[in-house]
Antibody, heavy 124, light 110 residues
Framework: QVQLVESGGGVVQPGRSLRLSCAAS????????MHWVRQAPGKGLEWVAV????????YYGDSMKDRFTISRDNSKNTLWLQMNSLRADDTAVYYC?????????????????WGQGTLVTVSS | QSALTQPASVSGSPGQSITISCTGT?????????VSWYQQHPGKAPKVMIY???NRPSGVSNRFTGSKSGNTASLTISGLQAEDEADYYC??????????FGTGTKVTVL
């Protein structure tokens, strides 16, 4: 079955950087787009970024543009999120999520599998 | 890229039906049949309940149904059960190839 395991969260000072990882298994990673979604404490879900199955296209939420970079290595079945110039309002649980829209499939863009999340706390 | 609008809370008694609305624009909800709904229990990851407006993934109860009219999508839970008490979020594909979530709705079973 699909398994997504995030890591790399922790406490970081404002202005610093952090890189999150998501190890994927149980499916052909190279055939699916992947997302990062975050949730601030006690708040709703916020979409962060998507990367296409082959890494050819990347899209970001407005408040993450220019600070966050999504990337992947299909040979390692791993997804990353590089976060720079972190701010207090970036404090959240960050989830890795798989897109149902596969390389060889008709469009059906939704999040069909989620990791358990990794907590990022931005604080001095 | 504004969040889709959902009611903050909806409640109902066991056995009743409730409906959660999700209002967007022509650039997201109204422009595509790519609305999905997610259930999230406290401390847990979200779980997809409905995708492509009306489709239920395997294993999801048929008490959950989705629909859409114009720029507003809806999730109806019929035969409300205690286990349905959770937060619910809609999400949509957008004209910018991004995704957007709803503001979230807390469902309380009285």
């Amino acid at each position: 079955q699909v398994q997504l395991v995030e890591s790399g969260g922790g406490v970081v000072q404002p202005g610093r950087s952090l890189r999150l990882s998501c190890a994927a298994s149980g499916f052909t990673f190279s055939n699916y787009g992947m997302h990062w979604v975050r949730q601030a404490p006690g708040k709703g879900l916020e979409w962060v970024a998507v990367i296409w199955y082959d890494g050819s296209n990347k899209y970001y939420g407005d408040s993450m543009k220019d600070r966050f970079t999504i990337s992947r290595d299909n040979s390692k079945n791993t997804l990353w999120l590089q976060m720079n110039s972190l701010r207090a309002d970036d404090t959240a649980v960050y989830y890795c999520a798989k897109d149902r829209w596969g390389r060889w499939e008709l469009p059906s863009p939704y999040f069909d599998s989620w990791g358990q999340g990794t907590l990022v706390t931005v604080s001095s | 890229q504004s969040a889709l609008t959902q009611p903050a809370s909806v409640s109902g008694s066991p056995g009743q039906s409730i409906t959660i609305s999700c209002t967007g624009t022509i650039s997201d909800v109204g422009g595509y049949n790519f609305v999905s709904w997610y259930q999230q229990h406290p401390g847990k990851a979200p779980k997809v309940m409905i995708y492509d407006v009306t489709n239920r993934p395997s294993g999801v109860s048929n008490r959950f149904t989705g629909s859409k009219s114009g720029n507003t999508a809806s999730l109806t839970i019929s035969g409300l059960q205690a286990e349905d008490e959770a937060d619910y979020y809609c999400a949509s594909y957008t004209s910018s190839s991004t995704r957007v979530f709803g503001t979230g709705t807390k469902v309380t079973v009285l």
